[in-house]
């Protein structure tokens, strides 16, 4: 089946240390995306990925890196620059912005890595 | 800046109970509005809606947007428990990108 597999599903950090979360889909999907969520907010954009070895920041980049050297994989390092950064994480993927029927696309998610910094 | 804005933020009723959701959005450019629901972890997809005045529509759960008031609601027709979870509403923009209100969390009791 088709789909996006993010490990791990629960994480625990030492402060100052840096951990990488895993993000592959098999859905051939040109775009992927990292969502931060937190009690109460929406969720918000860390960084996005369109094409292989090219990634953007979205609203919220500060103390993360990303890389996108596969197509199918598009991993998030959460640094120890990162202040807070006890959340839950989740990684998207989509066609490519206004190739979909009526331009529109639709957001497939995996099932997010939760993050606990102790 | 875009925005969207869903209310209620958290909604209790009973089952069997109908409900209705609302999601506004102040965006430059409207391409799509998208709902998802999300129980623990991954937010699945309900519906898309592009066109004012459209109902979707997918078994108990039902959707429509107003572009002029720049509104949607969802509606979910005689709840069940396993109704029970955050409803998000994202607009798409035409950015690289989709901007997201904070959820409802609903909870249906038995």
């Known amino acids: 089946d088709g789909g996006i597999t993010q490990s791990p599903k629960y994480l625990f950090r030492k402060e100052g240390q840096n951990v990488t979360l895993s993000c592959e889909q098999n859905?051939?999907?040109?775009?992927m995306y990292w969502y931060r969520q937190d009690p109460g907010q929406g969720l918000r954009l860390i960084y996005y990925s369109q094409i292989v070895n090219d990634f953007q920041k979205g609203d919220i980049a500060e103390g993360y890196s990303v890389s996108r050297e596969k197509k199918e994989s598009f991993p998030l390092t959460v640094t120890s620059a990162q202040k807070n950064p006890t959340a839950f994480y989740l990684c998207?993927?989509?066609?490519?912005?206004?190739?979909?029927?009526?331009?529109?696309?639709?957001?497939?998610f995996g099932a997010g890595s939760r993050l606990t910094v102790l | 800046e875009d925005k969207v804005v869903q209310s209620p933020l958290s909604l209790v009723v009973h089952e069997g109970d109908t409900v209705t959701l609302n999601c506004s959005y102040e965006v430059t450019n409207f391409r799509s509005l998208l709902w998802y629901k999300q129980e623990k972890k991954a937010p699945t997809f309900l519906f898309m809606l592009?066109?004012?005045?459209i109902e979707k529509k997918s078994g108990r759960l039902s959707s429509i947007l107003d572009k002029k008031e720049l509104f949607s609601i969802l509606n979910i027709t005689a709840t069940q428990t396993g109704d029970s979870a955050v409803y998000l509403c994202a607009v798409d923009n035409y950015g690289q990108n989709f901007v997201f209100g904070p959820g409802t969390r609903l909870s249906v009791l038995p």
């Open positions: 592009t066109s004012s005045g």
């Open positions: 998207a993927s989509s066609i490519l912005p206004g190739t979909g029927a009526s331009g529109a696309n639709v957001l497939t």
């Open positions: 859905l051939n999907h040109d775009a």
